[in-house]
């Protein structure tokens, strides 16, 4: 079965960095774009990054423009969402997540996710 | 940055009803809309992309319909499962936006 497992999330002080991780599985992880998006605590869905299948373009949230970074290794499976100068309103539950069409990073929906890695930020 | 916007907020509902929640976007995003469906402590889950088409394993008695900047998912006859948190989503242009959800509760 499809999987997506994301780790590297944990509790820091404001300004200071944090790499999340997700490792993907079952599916041909070179082939798809890859996003990241996250839940802050009762609140709805707030898109944060998306990175080509090949890694040649990136784009993001205003959000978190300047401030995180979005990166992949497909010799690995993996993808990962470096996050620095952390804020107080970057506290959310992050998930990894699979577009539902390869030839399309984004405009067939999200069909795969991951159960998500939670980060909180407070001093 | 396209506006997503949804209503209601929230509904409750009758096993058996029909219910039916709106999405309006700032822009026209033709039909590049996605609906998800969101039970509490889970992931979403994708029901209809591209505005109208049944993402695999979702029970027919989902549908979307709607372009342009008007879109609409209906559940011809909701069931005790069918609770949780709707959320549509733009997936004309990046940055990717969603609504900010509708909370569906059965009687």
């Known amino acids: 079965q499809v999987q997506l497992v994301e780790s590297g999330g944990g509790v820091v002080q404001p300004g200071r960095s944090l790499r999340l991780s997700c490792a993907a599985s079952r599916f041909t992880f070179n082939s798809y774009g890859m996003h990241w998006v996250r839940q802050a605590p009762g609140k709805g869905l707030e898109w944060v990054a998306v990175i080509w299948y090949d890694g040649t373009q990136k784009y993001y949230a205003d959000s978190v423009k300047g401030r995180f970074t979005i990166s992949r290794d497909n010799s690995k499976n993996m993808l990962y969402l470096q996050m620095d100068s952390l804020r107080a309103e970057d506290t959310a539950l992050y998930y990894c997540?699979?577009?539902?069409?390869?030839?399309?990073?984004?405009?067939?929906?999200?069909?795969?996710w991951g159960q998500g890695t939670t980060v909180t930020v407070y001093s | 940055d396209i506006q997503m916007t949804q209503s209601p907020s929230s509904l409750s509902a009758s096993v058996g009803d029909r219910v039916t929640i709106t999405c309006r976007a700032s822009?026209?995003?033709?039909?590049?809309l996605n609906w998800y469906q969101q039970e509490p402590g889970k992931a979403p889950r994708l029901l209809i992309y591209t505005a109208s088409s049944l993402q695999s394993g979702v029970p027919s008695r989902f549908s979307g319909s709607g372009s342009g900047t008007d879109f609409t998912l209906t559940i011809s006859s909701l069931q005790p499962e069918d609770s949780g948190t709707y959320y549509c989503q733009q997936s004309h242009s990046v940055p990717l936006t969603f609504g900010g959800g509708t909370n569906v509760r059965i009687k």
């Open positions: 822009q026209s995003i033709s039909g590049y």
């Open positions: 997540v699979r577009p539902r069409d390869t030839n399309s990073h984004y405009y067939y929906g999200m069909d795969v």
